[in-house]
């Protein structure tokens, strides 16, 4: 999932339709995100690549949601209703997924698990 | 007819008395009149049914606009039982002067039908007569001979709707009088009201005449009273009947139909009458401004009916009028009884009332007095005419109320977006009378002067701004703004000043004579901000209202005259609360994009600009300078923290620990009592503000402000500009800013460069920015021959270079970062081929500061640099490098006195965001600012420096030594939220 600058990134991705839940005035996804272009990238256990600054879940709460819909702790989010997720702050990609006026997000994630299966198909 | 006109203007000098006295009289004379109105009625009434020819259709008509008029002067109510009466006489006095017939059969009718109204005066039986004319039309021979029949009979009221309705002229008609009523009323001075003006009209025309005051001769006549002053023709008199003609012609004969054409015609005019909402000149406000799709509908609304009241508007009104609260005395009286005629008879008609009235107007605008009669008048009547500007503002003075309303709303239309006309107003001395208006008990007086006044302010003539000035326009704009609470007044009053405030030689007028009336009267209130919070309520948000708008317009743009005018608006009990209590509610509520908050940003901005030094008390805070403050990077001092800069995170105890500790825990002085006042300006709370308006606006003008704020407040050598430094990096501000150079917008992408240029003086934040930062920053700049697709101004892309100079000056880390950002090749560029000469020298600079750094040369070579390569270019050096100072003029200096720089290098970053006014009438020019700028700072001592010697030996950079340091220095940023539910 590292990249190369400059070089175009190839990446298994599943979509990921998350449906808010409505908790009087909040909306509810039921997950939280780790990482960001502003945060520490070695401190993030999910990443292979300690420099990737990408978002990661890293919690789901159980029967939200975000786990109805699939997510999986350790999902790299690539995009949010087509927004680019790989090189965002952790407080923009918060507030990507946040919109009070969108009921749905559609996520484009990736995950080890999906990369290696698909390796294991070619191989 | 003729006859009539003529006596009408005789009549005008006659006064009321004399019209009741001559009465008796005058109905004899009628009465013969009517004879030979007979005669001439056979005769009129075929060509008038044919199509129109000229006088004699063209009296019918006039007659029944008359009546019309009439109709709507006196009271709806009245209409069907005069309508029915009218038919009658039509039929009599068609030829006859409309007057004539008219008032004797509303003799007739009155006594009929309406006693009550006839006992009450000569003028009410006047007012009949008019109604009659209308229904005279209606009645008349073409239209619906059978419809007066109608009428007479017990249906008179459901009639009378229907004749109403149908006959679209008879309205229209009415619309039409309307005007000339008005001009009537003013004439009748006698508090009775509408009937009594149009008795003394009647009288005014009769009198010559001997027709009865009762004749639409009053209806024209209203004009002749002004006209008398001027001299107007009898045929002036008729520029209504001429209107009406076309009504007879079309209108009357297809009644509905017609109505409706004459209406469709001037329905277009009408709507390009809109733009007369507009006209106020709601300033700058620009696009934005401001607003000015509020003010428009406003504008729309008030110039309808100023227009109409001015002139015709009156007409179309009507109904309005009926229901909304007359200005019109008489007009109140009537509206009783209208009333329940109203709806049905008016209802459908007045929309398209309205409309025609619009066009009247419209047409009567550009005539202006001097313009030629309307597109229509001049097709169908050569005799129609305007009262000129001269008359206009000798109506200003008229003793009767609704006749100055009408003067000064006629007066608002004529000033719209015609500059001349402005002009004119000037010089016919009208400013004074206006803003005598403003005192005026009578709201509609006040307002429709007050609407004038702001048409007039508008635009970049000041003259016409210091004419207001001169004759104590501002105190009575405040006063005014004291007085009332009627919401449109407070908007008009409140435009003006913003308008009258765009002129620099104004600004400390206002704020001598408004700034804390505006304050106590819009700005806090409006803000929801409270003195005393009630607990147990939620703090109120802000409201953002036209009223709102343009005050903190016309204090944005008074808040840049200079350091009195920002110490007074510091000063001024409660604004600076007010305005950050607004721009948190504004926040709060995501709703940033608006005028009145780019207002409030741009306030903030223009008083953060050198607070460090006029702030009372400033002196208490200021960083010694041979104390190098903590975020400051001094030549020496850097070489001693450089190693342990780079080398680790923290840099506890390496440095001297106080300014050391102050910086990185920000020990805010301790505060025994809430902030409030001025000091909030710099306080770091207001860091959190700025970054969100900067995150989440998408108002460039709001952008620049809120980047300008950060660069004012960061600026400088004090304590405060210390902690505001560090805050932003611990907000995370630096990635906003950074991503913000990439907008579109030239001016922000400008504040955005000068404000990291400033942060940079804390070192932390020059590595930081120094290694994120420098794809953003050379990106902007053109390379080689081509502009970016950007295209940045010269004073963007000095600015960027004097950043990446800031940036790269004693940080050969830096500059590594900026040669890999290939920005070498650019730089050669620019230093080579500009066409600009500040351009030139900015980038000479940049790379003189990457050459000097030893370290990097041999990489540089390898790149196929030389040493010529950084050299100034024989243009620049033509200068010399010493003898540059002088001329270099950049506005953005670079911040780090290199050479012990003085303090003032370091203020004359500071941009003085003077007012920007989007709508182009920020007073400042740019090139004040420069002149501020420049007055500020000293020239930088960069020849001084002799930048390619200066090389510090710092061999041991190595980029691995470096921490890896996010933009957000995460050594600062205590736990930093490591995930977040979302």
Known sequence: MSFIPGQPVTAVVQRIEICKLRQCDNLILGFSIGGGIDQDPGQNPFSEDKTDKGIYVTRVSKGGPAEAAGLMIGDKIMQVNGWDMTMVTHDQARKRLTKKNEDVVRLLVTRKSLEDAVRNAMV | ?982
């Open chain 2, 1 to 982: 007819m003729e006859e009539c006109d003529v006596h009408s203007t005789a009549s005008i000098l006659a006064s009321v008395k004399e019209q009741e006295a001559r009465f008796e009289r005058l109905t004899r004379a009628l009465e013969e009149e009517r004879r030979t109105v007979s005669l001439q009625l056979e005769r009129g009434t075929l060509p008038s049914t044919a199509s129109g020819t000229q006088s004699l259709a063209w009296q019918q008509m006039v007659m029944q606009e008359q009546s019309p008029s009439n109709q709507t002067s006196l009271a709806m109510m009245q209409e069907p039982q005069e309508i029915v009466e009218e038919t009658v006489t039509i039929e009599e006095d068609p030829g006859t002067p409309t007057s004539h017939v008219s008032v004797v059969t509303s003799d007739d009718g009155t006594t009929r039908r309406t006693e009550t109204k006839v006992t009450k005066m000569v003028k009410t039986v006047t007012t009949r007569t008019v109604r009659q004319v209308p229904l005279g039309p209606d009645g008349v021979p073409f239209p619906e001979g059978s419809s007066p029949l109608g009428s007479y009979t017990n249906s008179i009221d459901r009639r009378f709707m229907k004749n109403g309705e149908r006959f679209s002229t008879p309205q229209a008609t009415s619309t039409l009088t309307r005007s000339y009523n008005n001009y009537s009323d003013s004439y009748g001075e006698t508090p009775e009201g509408p009937y009594r003006h149009y008795g003394l009209h009647d009288g005014y025309g009769d009198l010559p005449d001997s027709y009865g005051s009762l004749s639409r001769g009053v209806n024209y006549r209203p004009r002749y009273p002004y006209m008398a002053s001027s001299g107007y023709r009898p045929e002036n008199s008729y520029t209504l009947p001429i209107r009406k003609d076309d009504y007879s012609h079309v209108a009357q004969p297809q009644v509905p139909l017609g109505g409706t054409v004459d209406l469709n015609r001037s329905q277009p005019e009408r709507f390009q009458a809109e733009p007369y909402g507009l006209e106020d000149d709601r300033r700058s406000l620009g696009p934005d401004d401001d607003e000015p799709y509020d003010l428009e509908s406003d504008y729309s609304t008030a110039n309808r009916r100023t227009v109409g009241g001015a002139n015709h508007g009156r007409h179309m009104r009507e109904p309005p009028r009926v229901r909304g609260g007359y200005e019109d005395p008489i007009e109140a009286d009537l509206i009783d009884d209208r009333h329940p005629y109203m709806p049905n008879l008016y209802s459908a008609p007045l929309a398209q009332a309205e409309l025609g009235s619009l066009a009247s107007l419209d047409r009567m605008g550009p005539m202006g007095g001097r313009r030629s009669p309307s597109a229509d008048s001049v097709r169908k009547d050569p005799r129609w005419r305007d009262p000129d500007l001269p008359e206009v503002i000798a109506m200003l003075g008229h003793p009767v109320d609704p006749v100055k309303s009408n003067a000064a709303a006629y007066l608002q239309h004529l000033c719209y977006e015609n500059d001349k006309v402005k002009k004119e107003v000037r010089h016919l001395k009208g400013v004074p009378l206006l803003v005598g208006l403003l005192d005026h008990p009578r709201p509609e007086v006040h307002r429709k002067a007050c609407g004038a006044l702001r048409n007039i302010s508008y635009g970049r003539d000041h003259d016409n701004k210091v004419a207001i000035k001169n004759c104590d326009g501002i105190p009575a704009l405040i006063r005014l703004l004291r007085k009332t609470s009627d919401m449109e007044v407070r908007e008009l009053v409140t435009g003006t000043l913003w308008n009258l405030s765009s002129y620099e030689p104004l600004k400390m007028v206002i704020i001598n004579h408004g700034l804390q009336t505006l304050t106590n009267e819009v700005i806090i209130p409006h803000s929801g901000w409270e003195q005393e919070p009630n607990e147990d309520s939620k703090p109120r948000d802000a409201e953002w209202t036209t009223v709102f708008k343009n005050t903190s317009g016309c204090l944005r743009n008074v808040s840049s005259d200079g350091a009195e005018a920002r110490r007074r608006l510091r000063e001024c009990e409660g604004l600076v609360d007010a305005l950050l209590h607004a721009l948190q509610s504004a926040v709060g509520k995501k709703d940033m994009d608006n005028k009145s908050v780019e207002n409030c940003v741009c306030i903030m901005r223009n008083l953060s600009y050198h607070v460090h030094k006029e702030v009372p008390g400033a002196e208490k805070f200021q960083e010694p300078s041979t104390n190098q403050a903590p975020g400051s990077v001094g030549p020496q001092r850097k070489k001693k923290d450089d190693a342990g800069c780079f080398g680790g995170k923290k840099t506890k105890g390496r440095k001297n620990g106080e300014s050391e500790k102050s910086y990185d825990t920000l020990d805010l002085p301790k505060r025994t009592e809430p902030t409030k006042g001025f000091e909030l300006l710099y306080q770091p709370e207001v860091v959190r503000l700025y970054l969100s308006l900067l995150t989440e606006s998408q108002n460039y003008n709001t952008l620049e402000a809120a980047a300008g704020a950060l660069q004012n407040l960061s600026a400088g050598q004090w304590t405060w500009s210390n902690y505001i430094r560090a805050t932003v990096r611990k907000e995370k501000g630096l990635p906003i800013l950074v991503e913000l150079l990439r907008s579109d917008s030239d001016k922000v992408v400008r504040a955005v460069a000068i404000a990291l240029r400033n942060l940079s003086m804390d070192r932390r934040n020059k590595d930081l920015i120094g290694s994120y930062a420098m794809r953003d920053l050379v990106s902007n700049l053109p390379s080689g021959q081509q502009r970016p697709a950007k295209n940045l101004e010269e004073d963007t892309v000095v600015a960027v270079l004097n950043t990446i100079h800031e940036i790269v000056t004693d940080s050969s880390e830096n500059a590594r970062s900026l040669i890999q950002a290939q920005a070498i090749e650019k730089l050669v560029a620019i230093n080579r081929t500009s066409q600009s000469q500040r351009e030139t020298k900015a980038a000479s600079y940049v790379l003189q500061a990457v050459w000097s750094h030893k370290e990097l040369r041999n990489s540089l070579a390898k790149d196929g640099w030389n040493k010529t390569h950084f050299q100034p270019t024989a243009t620049s050096q033509a200068k010399g490098t010493r003898s540059n100072k002088p001329a270099y003029d950049d506005t953005t200096l670079p911040l780090m006195e290199k050479n012990q720089g003085n303090k003032k290098s370091i203020s004359g970053d500071m941009i003085p965001m003077d007012e920007l006014d989007p709508d182009g009438y920020s007073t400042i020019d740019q090139k004040d600012k420069d002149c501020k700028y420049k007055s500020g700072d000293v020239s930088s001592d960069l020849a001084e420096r002799e930048p390619l010697k200066n090389d510090t030996n710092r061999k041991q950079f190595v980029r691995t030594n470096r921490p890896a340091v996010n933009l957000v220095d995460t050594c600062d940023v205590k736990p930093q939220p490591v995930d977040s539910w979302v």
